[in-house]
């Protein structure tokens, strides 16, 4: 109770002061921060600062995690929620950081566990546990803001979906059948043309079943925002409605 409270006053004083010189500095070269607004840019840092004192990080193998890492990290994962509300997060504890792509011998098949690629693993998402990333891919994300892959932004949909203990790319925010019905029809869509080689303009991977379509989706719509609605306009307003609402930033 004691700690909820100080947390909510915490992100709120985040929210009136002004954006600190550092955090200003790593703000600066991510190209989707240049399409925000100032008053954008003062959220997402706040969301920013929060999310680092909120969350654990942990390097693996060897990688040292330093305040840039975090802020790296924290800020491309919040810039997917200013709409949202930080608590969209509220389920994520820790966040796992490998220096590079990493192997592993025996790839779990629970459907709480979402992994990227085979043996060799770029991401992971655990319900009730940790965000996995690979620093190579998280620095690739944070330099290069349209070509339609940002692995933060794809494992944080994860969890953003799995906050119904579901990953069946319908988060429990999302109430209206008409989501469900779009989401469920560009799936199979999707299915469909991958599977008779056709070129697509979403990423391929996001026919593997409807939480990685919700996922390259996300990334899509962050990252390449025009042709995204040029190519799927439904798909489009569902995740522009979904996104793009406002919630207050302590809202619990
Ligand atoms: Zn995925």
């Given at each position: 109770?004691?700690?909820?409270?100080?947390?909510?006053?915490?992100?709120?004083?985040?929210?009136?002061?002004?954006i600190?010189?550092?955090?200003?500095a790593w703000?600066?070269?991510?190209?989707?921060?240049r399409?925000?607004?100032?008053?954008?840019?003062?959220?997402?840092?706040?969301?920013?600062?929060?999310f680092?004192?909120?969350?654990r990080?942990?390097?693996?193998?060897?990688f040292v995690?330093?305040?840039?890492?975090?802020?790296?990290?924290?800020?491309?994962?919040?810039?997917?929620?200013?709409?949202?509300?930080?608590?969209?997060?509220?389920?994520?504890?820790t966040?796992?950081?490998?220096p590079?792509?990493?192997?592993?011998?025996?790839?779990?098949?629970?459907?709480?566990?979402?992994?990227?690629?085979?043996?060799?693993?770029?991401?992971?998402?655990?319900?009730g546990?940790?965000v996995?990333l690979t620093w190579?891919?998280?620095?690739?994300?944070?330099q290069?803001?349209?070509?339609?892959?940002?692995?933060v932004?794809h494992?944080f949909a994860h969890?953003?979906d799995?906050?119904?203990?579901?990953?069946d790319?319908?988060?429990?925010?999302?109430?209206?059948?008409?989501y469900?019905?779009?989401?469920?029809r560009?799936?199979?869509?999707?299915?469909?043309?991958v599977?008779?080689?056709?070129?697509?303009?979403?990423?391929p991977?996001?026919a593997?079943?409807?939480?990685?379509f919700?996922?390259?989706?996300?990334?899509?719509?962050?990252?390449?925002?025009d042709?995204?609605r040029?190519?799927h306009?439904?798909?489009?307003?569902?995740l522009a409605?979904?996104?793009?609402r406002?919630q207050?930033?302590?809202?619990?």
């Open positions: 109770m004691i700690r909820g409270w100080l947390r909510s006053r915490r992100r709120r004083r985040y929210l009136r002061e002004p600190p010189a550092a955090w200003r703000l600066e070269p991510l190209p989707h921060a399409a925000l607004t100032d008053a954008e840019c003062a959220r997402l840092v706040a969301f920013a600062r929060a680092v004192e909120e969350k990080f942990e390097g693996c193998a060897g995690v330093d305040d840039e890492v975090r802020a790296c990290i924290a800020l491309q994962a919040c810039l997917i929620v200013l709409g949202l509300g930080l608590d969209a997060y509220r389920r994520v504890r966040v796992l950081v490998y590079a792509t990493y192997r592993r011998a025996n790839r779990s098949a629970t459907g709480a566990v979402v992994s990227e690629g085979d043996a060799h693993i770029a991401g992971e998402t655990v319900l546990g940790p996995v190579d891919a998280t620095v690739h994300g944070g290069v803001g349209d070509d339609g892959r940002n692995l932004f494992e969890q953003i799995l906050l119904d203990d579901y990953a790319g319908a988060p429990p925010l999302v109430e209206d059948a008409s469900r019905a779009v989401i469920g560009e799936f199979e869509q999707h299915v469909r043309a599977e008779s080689k056709k070129r697509t303009f979403l990423d991977y996001g593997t079943n409807p939480a990685e919700f996922a390259v989706a996300t990334e899509a719509f962050f990252e390449r925002r042709r995204l040029d190519k306009p439904e798909l489009y307003a569902e409605a979904f996104y793009q406002r207050p930033l302590d809202q619990e």
